[in-house]
């Protein structure tokens, strides 16, 4: 079993900072694309960033300058370090992350329950 398990969110007032993190647990072999995406209410989940094991990134216009995604390949684990944060930022985050097990090799896609963020006007 594989878990991915979210932390970092809260309420923020504009223009404040907010790191998220992520960490996947459990029979993993090796994990592939790691990413963040949000969602509001009534709306698709969309892409925030994104990051590869060799640590390319990518990012959404809308985040771009604003927010750094990384990660620690030894411990499993994504971060999104959001700063510049607008009220358009709010909505939940939800950490992606493609894995292979150990006993089954075909790559699947993971997601976390969510992170609530708040910005404030």
């Known amino acids: 079993q594989v878990q991915v398990v979210e932390s970092g969110g809260g309420l923020v007032q504009a223009g404040g900072s907010l790191r998220l993190s992520c960490a996947a647990s459990?029979?993993?072999?090796?994990?592939?694309?790691m990413g963040w995406y949000r969602q509001v209410p009534g709306k698709q989940r969309e892409l925030a960033a994104t990051i590869t094991s060799g640590g390319s990134t990518n990012y959404a216009d809308s985040v771009k300058g604003r927010f750094t995604i990384s990660r620690d390949n030894a411990k499993n684990t994504v971060y999104l370090q959001m700063n510049s944060l607008k009220p358009e930022d709010t909505a939940v985050y939800y950490c992606?992350?493609?894995?292979?097990?150990?006993?089954?090799?075909?790559?699947?896609?993971?997601w976390g329950q969510g992170t609530q963020v708040i910005v404030s006007s």
């Open positions: 992606y992350a493609a894995i292979r097990q150990y006993f089954n090799k075909n790559l699947q896609g993971y």
């Open positions: 459990g029979s993993i072999f090796s994990i592939n694309t």
